[in-house]
């Protein structure tokens, strides 16, 4: 009989409290590990102080923090290298653009040096045919490699110390001989190959271009003398010359347009009284200027 006030409903509550209890208590009992468990579960003991867990949590704290460090050094790493690099790349081609401009100006100032030296020399050799009026041909003898420039006046052709002349008028051989020497020279005297090739090469071309030229045997015939008295020495006579054809007492020298002639097989003797060109020398001293009377 149920309690004076009681409800139903709390009757029926309490009765399935109760059935749920016997009903746990069977099942139990039908379990062959409940109640023999060595460590049965209302007697484990409960843990005091931070225990594993807490020892656990630590440890994953520091290991995180380790790699969180790590990855920080990385990722600084990586993000500087390319900045480095970049800075690198720049200091390069900086010095490069340097060198550039460094080579640049040392070509500048040659090409002035060159062009400085260029305008001095065309200055001395201004000053120089400024001073020496209209005199061209100028060479410094070898004798002293201080003394002044031999200069000859124009039309008048320097070689070693002789200045040399080829005329445009005809003469005979005396009145040549009479020209040169009022001209402070006398008719040509060679004395070696050389010399003659260079008179040689500044005689025109022509069918029988013929020049008198300072030798002569008038006074002993086939005893050639120069018109200084001193003998002949080495000749260079054309094959079959001297022949003396007709009373030929003066020597002259003939290039024409054959080009197998050659300056040392040039002269001939001819009549003394023919009209030709002729040629003069005045030899020069070392620093000399000639002035020929007109």
């Not at 009757?11 to 746990?24: C, F, N, P, T």
């Not at 030929?248 to 300056?263: M, W």
Request: charged share 25%; aromatic share 8%.
């Amino acid at each position: 009989m149920s309690a004076a006030g009681s409800s139903p409903a709390s009757e029926r509550m309490y009765s399935k409290l109760i059935d749920d209890e016997a009903a746990g208590r069977e099942e139990r009992s039908r379990r062959p590990d409940v109640g023999h468990s060595v460590f049965p579960i209302t007697a484990a003991p409960r843990l005091s102080g931070p225990g594993p867990y807490r020892l656990a949590t630590i440890c994953l704290a520091t290991l995180c923090g380790v790699l969180l460090i790590s990855i920080i050094a990385v990722t600084a790493h990586y993000k500087n290298k390319p900045e480095g690099a970049g800075e690198a790349t720049a200091e390069v081609q900086k010095q490069t653009q340097d060198a550039s401009v460094l080579m640049a100006d040392i070509e500048k100032l040659r090409r002035e040096k060159a062009e400085l030296q260029k305008e001095r020399d065309e200055l001395q050799l201004s000053l120089h045919a400024a001073g020496s009026g209209k005199a061209t041909d100028v060479i410094k003898p070898t004798s002293k490699a201080t003394a002044a420039p031999v200069v000859c006046p124009v039309d008048w052709h320097l070689y070693n110390n002789s200045c040399y002349y080829i005329s445009r008028i005809t003469r005979d051989w005396p009145e040549s001989k009479s020209y040169c020497e009022s001209k402070g020279a006398h008719l040509a005297i060679i004395h070696t190959a050389e010399e003659q090739t260079f008179i040689w090469n500044l005689l025109p071309r022509g069918h029988w271009n013929a020049f008198w030229f300072g030798i002569t045997d008038g006074d002993t015939e086939d005893q050639w003398r120069w018109v200084d008295g001193t003998p002949l020495g080495t000749p260079f006579w054309e094959a079959g010359e001297p022949n003396n054809h007709i009373n030929e007492d003066c020597g002259y020298i003939v290039k024409t347009r054959v080009l197998e002639r050659v300056a040392t097989r040039s002269w001939y003797d001819a009549p003394c009284s023919m009209y030709w060109p002729f040629i003069c020398e005045k030899e020069m001293a070392a620093g000399a200027s000639a002035a020929m009377p007109h």
